[in-house]
Nanobody
């Protein structure tokens, strides 16, 4: 089993950057795919990006590709989401999620979720 805890959210101006962290517990983090989703008020949870267990395959949502980058450090059992060129529409609660091995882009594919961290981008 894996427990996840996000951190690093906050208030940032449009055009700025922010780096989120997702700390995992459990011995098998290196065998899990990790993903980031976000949810704005009144909207469905949206896929941001994902990385498979090996780190060799990454996927990004259409609205974040080219601006956001996912990485992981298995020695620290932590995944990261580097967000650059932030826009007001990136404002949301950001969640990290995990599942064994392969990465997918759907909410339903993930077994474990963090509680989320708020990101607010002021225009």
């Amino acid at each position: 089993q894996v427990q996840l805890q996000e951190s690093g959210g906050g208030l940032v101006q449009a055009g700025g950057s922010l780096k989120l962290s997702c700390a995992a517990s459990g011995r098998t983090f290196s065998t899990y795919a990790v993903a980031w989703f976000r949810q704005a008020p009144g909207k469905e949870r949206e896929f941001v990006g994902a990385m498979d267990w090996s780190g060799l395959s990454t996927y990004y949502g259409t609205s974040t590709k080219g601006r956001f980058t996912i990485s992981r450090d298995n020695t620290k059992k932590t995944a990261f989401l580097q967000m650059n060129s932030l826009k007001a529409e990136d404002t949301a609660v950001y969640y990290c999620a995990a599942r064994p091995r392969e990465a997918f882009t759907t909410v339903q594919a993930y077994d474990y979720w963090g509680q989320g961290t708020q990101v607010t981008v002021s225009s």
